[in-house]
């Protein structure tokens, strides 16, 4: 595990600390919150400020109202952002009469739409994440290459692990981690490589730094939760951790390329090569 003390310290290069794709923000205002409301101006900002080169956006209504009909807020942003990189991430359920019909139908409606990946909120909504009726949702995103997400608190590690091992060519997100999970994250990375984690609540003592020197650098995604969390949690735990150059922009951009780079270069193709 992550022993005391603070990083060494190596210097960056201005490169290596920009160009970073937030892999985690949500639009709209959480009733509780702490930090303000993320709309389309204040994402641009934080874009802006940190010189990010895009980001993957879900909607706060998905989580919290209405999860099939929040995916429209999720692409509007995404649409109005395009030249900042930005990209829509839509949430499913199971096929529930008068909420949803086909969860096959749902996701090729994503694909038309240039939506980058999705979310599920297990816990939240009330379903088992292993119900086979979303056998359908997972095949579907593995055929098509968008990767699933999930905080950690809505799905337990046995469900996890199901689904990693009965779909070994879908993407898996986890997000949310806090801290002392990192005896259940190493097991799920060991045994399974389709299983990434981004830095959302990363909270472990230099776990960034434990995991890169394994050779896991490539299974770390930057990501802020902007909309949830204060950004500077995370910036300042990749900036800080005292990496090389290359482990950093792999972990800032080199895996969302790899997740989302299909999206990103058919979004730049319709802006005439931007971003």
Known sequence: ??????????????DATTGWFDARIVTGAHPAALVPKSDPAAIAVHLDTYGMSG?????????????????????AVAHGLADRGVLACWTAVPPTPGELHSLDALVM?????????????PRSHGYSPVDHAMDELYAALATNGLPLCVDVTEI???????LATHFPTLPIILSNLGYRQLRSLWAAVRDHE????????????????WLAARGLADRLLFA???????????IVRLAWSGLDDDTVAQ?????????FGIRRTAMADQLGGRP
Do not use: C, K
């Open 194 to 209: 389709n299983l990434y984690v981004d830095l959302v609540d990363f909270a472990g003592h230099q776990a960034i730094e």
């Open 1 to 14: 595990m992550p022993g005391a003390g603070r990083s060494r310290g190596h210097v960056m290069s201005e």
């Open 251 to 259: 972990i800032g951009a080199g895996t969302a390329d790899r997740l």
């Open 224 to 234: 802020t939760g902007l909309g949830l969390r204060d950004p500077g949690e995370s």
């Open 109 to 121: 409606q994503a694909v038309t739409e240039g939506v980058a990946a999705f979310r599920l909120y």
């Open 55 to 75: 980001a993957l956006v879900s909607s706060m209504a998905s989580w919290l109202h209405d999860p099939v009909g929040g995916n429209a807020e999720a692409s």
């Open 156 to 162: 337990d590690w046995h469900h996890l692990d199901h």
